[in-house]
């Protein structure tokens, strides 16, 4: 494992301090947006995954940002990256 591979419990407690830091009222739905980043990664290309994850968090913020929202604004770009095309 290299240094820049993070244990689970470790992927935990970096989430749990970005929500700390950035004074977040949920907890980070850390399975989802892995699931998200895969799919797109698998689905689009890799460096499509993490711009896909800030605009899932951005139109979920924009929506309230609750749990429905979040979910919504991930299934919204999985569906996107299901379907897409490679050229």
């Given amino acids: 494992m290299?240094?820049?591979?993070?244990?689970?419990e470790a992927l935990d407690a970096w989430a749990a301090a970005v929500?700390?830091?950035?004074?977040?009222?949920?907890?980070?739905?850390?399975a989802l947006v892995l699931d998200l980043a895969r799919?797109?990664?698998?689905g689009v290309a890799?460096?499509?995954?993490?711009?896909?994850?800030?605009?899932?968090?951005?139109?979920?913020?924009?929506a309230g940002g609750s749990e429905t929202d979040i979910r919504a604004?991930?299934?919204a770009i999985t569906d996107l990256a299901a379907?897409?095309?490679?050229?």
């Fill in 73 to 75: 604004a991930v299934t």
């Fill in 19 to 30: 929500r700390e830091k950035l004074a977040l009222d949920h907890d980070l739905p850390v």
């Fill in 39 to 42: 799919d797109v990664a698998n």
């Fill in 83 to 87: 379907g897409w095309e490679r050229e």
């Fill in 46 to 62: 890799r460096p499509a995954a993490p711009l896909s994850a800030f605009a899932a968090g951005l139109a979920a913020g924009r």
């Fill in 2 to 8: 290299s240094d820049r591979t993070l244990l689970p």
